[in-house]
């Protein structure tokens, strides 16, 4: 399997991961926020997990949307697109 750079959408740290973990979440170390790693023709893309704030479906959003406010399919709440970073300790 191929190691492959990828970066996290919500603070940039560079991540050197296997191809096996594409179509896998994964949480950041550094900002620990949780994101997708897809494949997007040949290359792969990483997508922020967010969580909508009224109902909790998460949705994969990518990192060119982050700071957009959207509306829940679910439930209609409107949101901001907003990275989930876990405090740092
Ligand atoms: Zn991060
Ligand atoms: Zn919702």
Redesign the pocket.
């Known amino acids: 399997m191929n190691s492959m750079r990828v970066s ?6 560079a991540y050197d991961v296997d191809s096996g973990f594409v179509g896998r979440k994964l949480q ?6 949780k ?1 997708y790693l897809e494949a997007a023709g040949d290359r792969v893309v990483t997508r922020a997990a967010i969580r909508c704030p009224g109902c909790g479906v998460e949705y994969a959003i990518e990192a060119e949307l982050l700071g957009r406010q959207a509306c829940c399919a679910d439930c209609g709440t409107e949101f901001e697109l907003a ?1 989930e ?1 876990a405090p740092t300790a």
């Open positions: 996290c959408p919500c603070c940039a740290a950041c170390d550094r900002c620990g926020a994101f990275c970073a």
